[in-house]
């Protein structure tokens, strides 16, 4: 649930140190893997997840881990999880406990509904976070149920506001010196989307799920082309004019004077849509986009995950950029979205191995080879 | 209590969700942000949603927190006034077209060569750079482009269907504050601002990394799997009593599938072998889900949420708006917020998912009438007199 806030503070520069039990994280049995063969060490899902973290593995629940544990915080500036709320405490992580060990340390938890409240105890898989939110209302053909987003959205978008707050608390608490715990919800995350909210509440609004089809204006939907799709957006008169300009063979009726404001041609859509898609099954996507991008009307091809990747405008901005994995071997993948003066921050680096970082980071805490094969012998790392 | 951002100036030339959303998120915590439109055909395409520009909801959610002042792009003499507001602030956020802002003169070569310190953020749709970055591009258009729209659906659809949402537009509105405030840490420690670059497709595409490592490594090109999970059986939306209606129910572990069959009063199945495991459970989903899917139509989607949770299976309630805006979890943590509009009244609306123990964000305030900050902006903080702001005025500069 947290793991993406982690990865976009280690694309950001952090030294993020993943802790996980002596059995590896859960996410590594998730798939997908490479070659489609499961392994601890092939989960291009935990790859994507823990780039550039460093790992060690540690037992929270034993008394020695905890006591470990405390001595990491005691040298960080952020302790992050997404346990169940109540579990750091019951840890004796709490952030309490957390403060006596280091003054202005700031703490985030990440969890389905949050801290408190009659839900805090829910269980919040993805698809609960998303339905719960009212996002997957309206997400989906209306004749088929409501469909999840791809990946765990709720999560990843949650994570963004975690690494908003962190990074605002660094600022504050370079300012003040005080620390902070930061409380986030998935449930909420996805609920400050679309504003479901007050259109229900003040407008009296109930947006129903209509797949991509916009509520404003048309069109503005996926229009089917010879080789594909094409998603064509039109509000302004004036791109109304230009799409008719372009189509010089346009039906009479789409003239109509009363058809320039968007929600006219809205109330229209049934009558509108049809009509567009007669034109847009002449062309491939790539003709149909340069055509009406050339006369100014904004229109991009709907991509596959393998279009997308061969789009020319992608390749030529370098978002994604060289991994070398012992275990995965070298691979392209996402780079952090934004440039900086131009440039493009450098690809993170690889997830970790299970315990990659033990040897290292324990003895930073002033423990042995000797007292670390101990801890080991007794399956504490 | 110390706002977070307390003592940052951002100057916002931005208009829409995206680019509103990431400055209103700098206002809430603390910043002194000045939204900037003009009567003379720049005012924010959100303002067109209702009747008066002055009390469209849709504009006043995206742009809580700011201030307005109004000057006219299209005077040599507004845009100078523009320029000497950005060197008196700490970030300036723009999503014109590429190349617009440079050939107004208000391009960030210029700008951070007179102040380095300066934080210059950009929010193209396709990017600064590259073959297509003068397409035009609204939110849905960057879904389909960034392999959102493609995925967001059942398996074996002709036609790709996705979301009603502007995915891109949200994120943008956290990834973007995200990345200011992370240049503000940088530039306490090297007294230097940054230029920041953030194709809003990049951060979207940036949400499907594991896809994309997907289509790297294994050399395919991924399709979309609906409501299926790998690690989960039971894993789908059911539909529920009454019109629209769902529930999803996600059963992760065999304990849960145990207590699932118990509460659908059906033990039998808890043992029926095509149904053992998880991944039995979906090799014989179509089964499973018309069994499921039976059960859930006859009753309603709370109750079986709450009757689910309460013994430890995974359940939610496919809310709609009306469903969150009475949600007792959201309103027991104050999520949902009431906003005074002198016009409008009392606007409930979506708070802010960060709860912070020693802090909080500013209490939300509806955007004020256009150009209500003019005096601030131009006589307190530039040094004009009262005299010049009133023939700017008239000459339509500052309007």
């Keep these: ?381 | 209590m110390t706002s977070f951002l307390t003592g940052i100036r951002v100057v916002s030339l931005t208009t829409g969700i995206a680019g509103p959303n990431a400055a209103r998120m700098l206002a809430t915590y603390g910043a002194e942000v000045f939204k900037i439109e003009s009567r003379v055909g720049g005012l924010d395409a959100f303002r067109a949603y209702g009747d008066n520009p002055e009390a469209s909801p849709r504009f006043i959610e995206v742009n809580l927190n700011t201030l307005s002042v109004t000057i006219n792009l299209k005077e040599p003499r507004g845009v100078a006034l523009v320029r000497e507001l950005i060197l008196k602030s700490d970030v300036v956020m723009e999503n014109f077209r590429p190349g617009v802002a440079t050939r107004l003169g208000l391009g960030p070569e210029s700008l951070r060569g007179e102040k380095p310190a300066l934080i210059y953020m950009r929010m193209p749709g396709l990017g600064s750079t590259g073959p297509l970055s003068g397409y035009g591009t609204w939110g849905p258009t960057l879904t389909a482009y960034s392999g959102f729209t493609y995925l967001w659906n059942h398996p074996g659809q002709d036609r790709p269907v996705g979301s009603q949402g502007v995915y891109p537009d949200y994120l943008t509105g956290v990834m973007a504050p995200l990345a200011v405030v992370a240049a503000l840490l940088e530039r306490r420690r090297t007294g230097t601002g940054s230029l920041l670059d953030m194709a809003q497709v990049d951060a979207a595409a940036y949400l499907l990394g594991t896809t994309y490592l997907d289509a790297v490594v294994n050399h395919r090109n991924p399709q979309p799997i609906g409501n299926d999970s790998p690690s989960a059986a039971p894993h789908g939306c059911y539909r529920c009593r009454g019109e629209e209606r769902w529930c999803v129910i996600a059963v992760e572990s065999e304990e849960q599938w145990r207590t699932l069959c118990r509460i659908m009063g059906e033990p039998a199945l808890a043992t029926d072998p095509r149904f053992g495991s998880i991944d039995l459970r979906r090799q014989h989903a179509g089964d499973l889900d018309a069994i499921i899917g039976a059960w859930t139509a006859e009753r309603d989607p709370h109750d079986i949420m709450s009757a689910l949770q309460e013994a430890g299976v995974p359940a939610g309630v496919v809310q709609t708006g009306s469903d969150l805006a009475v949600d007792p979890q959201l309103v027991a943590r104050g999520f949902i917020e009431r906003v005074e509009h002198p016009v409008l009244g009392e606007i409930p609306m979506a708070g802010l998912p960060l709860h912070f123990a020693g802090a909080a964000h500013e209490p939300f305030r509806s955007p004020p009438p256009l150009g209500a900050d003019n005096r601030y902006a131009v006589c307190d903080l530039l040094g004009y007199t009262a005299e010049q702001l009133a023939q700017w005025e008239t000459e339509q500069v500052v309007y």
Aim: include cysteine.
């Design chain 1, 1 to 381: 649930m947290g793991q993406f806030a982690g990865k976009l503070l280690a694309d950001l520069g952090m030294d993020v140190v993943k802790v996980e039990p002596p059995g590896g994280d859960d996410v590594r049995r998730l798939g997908p893997f490479k070659g489609d063969e499961p392994g601890l060490e092939l989960s291009l899902r935990f790859a994507f997840l823990n780039g550039g973290k460093r790992g060690i593995t540690l037992d929270l629940g034993a008394p020695e881990g905890r006591a470990l544990a405390l001595r990491l915080v005691e040298r960080s500036d952020i302790v992050l999880d997404s346990f169940p709320p109540g579990e750091m405490e019951r840890l004796g992580l709490g952030y309490t406990q957390l403060k006596e060990r280091n003054p202005d340390v700031i703490a985030a938890s990440v969890t389905g509904f949050g801290q408190d409240g009659p839900r805090a105890g829910y269980a919040c898989p993805d698809i609960v976070g998303l339905s719960m939110g009212g996002l997957m209302f309206i997400s989906g053909d209306p004749s088929r149920p409501p469909v999840q987003a791809p990946e765990t959205q709720s999560y990843y978008y949650s994570c963004v506001y975690v690494a908003l707050g962190i990074v605002m608390a660094l600022l504050r608490r370079d300012a003040t010196g005080i620390g902070d715990h930061i409380d986030v919800s998935v449930q909420e995350s996805i609920a400050t989307q679309e504003h479901m909210i007050r259109e229900a509440a003040f407008d009296g609004v109930a947006i129903k799920r209509n797949g991509s089809q916009h509520k404003h204006t048309t069109p503005a939907n996926v229009f089917p082309c010879k080789d594909g799709h094409v998603y064509m957006f039109i509000l302004a008169a004036r791109d109304w004019d230009r799409l008719l300009e372009v189509w010089a063979d346009h039906p009479k009726e789409l003239d109509a004077p009363e058809l320039k404001p968007p929600h006219k041609r809205r109330q229209q859509v049934d009558m509108i849509n049809p009509l567009i898609e007669q034109f847009t099954r002449r062309y491939t996507k790539g003709e149909l986009t340069r055509l009406l991008q050339e006369h100014g009307v904004p229109c991009l091809p709907v991509n596959s995950p393998a279009d997308f990747l061969a789009e020319p405008q992608v390749r030529e901005r370098g978002l994604f950029g060289p991994v070398e994995s012992a275990t995965l071997g070298r691979y392209l993948t996402t780079r952090f979205p934004v440039t900086f003066d131009g440039e493009r921050l450098e690809s993170a680096g690889p997830a970790p191995t299970l315990g990659q970082d033990n040897a290292a980071i324990y003895s930073d805490l002033g423990i042995g080879a000797a007292e670390l094969e101990r801890l080991a012998a007794r399956r504490v790392v």
